[in-house]
């Protein structure tokens, strides 16, 4: 199953792919976008790197990826304004599960967007599409604990904090002493 595009009430959510560098690269460049993943603006040769992991990491499991999240208004079959990435790929970073039934649920948005309640509803989106289409089990997602905000949108689409964990970092961020955190939903949870 190809990775489909995605409609919401107020988004168009338009699979990853080499045309959407450029706006990936504004994304990345906004250090407070960046805040809790590097802590800093992240360099194009770095956005480069991740887009090129991003796209083998859509291939893994079919349906799975990565998405553009632009404004499209209910009946508008065209998104004009870019607003985000929006990810579901298969779970796959060192403190998740190898399973390719997992998906990792993660989105980051331009700031101008932020507070519109716009992760929410392509998360909504994502884990109807990770459940009902794709089949997945569960689906996960870590922030730093200090990331207050990803906390409550991780609740308000009914996951569960599942636990603490504290990794080691080379160059920890402010607030890492506080540990990360994984939420989880289930499919049966989903359901229900």
């Known amino acids: 199953m190809p990775q489909p595009t995605l409609h919401t009430e107020r988004l168009l959510l338009v699979p990853l792919a080499e045309q959407h560098i450029e706006l990936e690269v504004e994304l990345d ?30 291939r893994q499991v079919d349906g799975l990826g990565f998405w553009m999240a632009f404004e499209a208004p209910k009946g508008d079959p065209a998104g004009d304004e870019f607003v985000g990435l929006m990810m579901l ?10 399973d390719p039934t997992v998906s ?16 929410g509803e ?9 459940f009902d289409t794709v089949g997945q089990s569960r689906v996960i997602a870590q922030t730093m604990a200090v990331n207050t905000a990803s906390r409550a949108l991780m609740t308000s689409v009914g996951m569960r904090h599942v636990r603490t964990y504290y ?14 955190v994984e939420y989880e939903i289930t499919r049966a949870m989903w359901r229900s």
Not at 122 to 130: D, G, K, P, Q, W
């Open 122 to 130: 392509a998360s909504r989106a994502l884990l109807r599409h990770a």
């Open 29 to 58: 460049s906004d250090p407070e976008v960046m805040r809790f993943l590097t802590g800093r603006a992240s360099t194009r040769a770095e956005v480069l790197a991740s887009h090129a992991r991003r796209m083998a990491l859509g």
């Open 167 to 180: 990794p080691q970092w080379d160059d920890p961020l402010p607030g890492s002493e506080q540990g990360e």
């Open 104 to 119: 990792d649920l993660g989105y980051r948005l331009l700031r101008r967007h932020w507070r519109k309640g716009l992760a």
């Open 89 to 98: 790929p298969p779970a796959h970073g060192p403190d998740q599960p190898d």
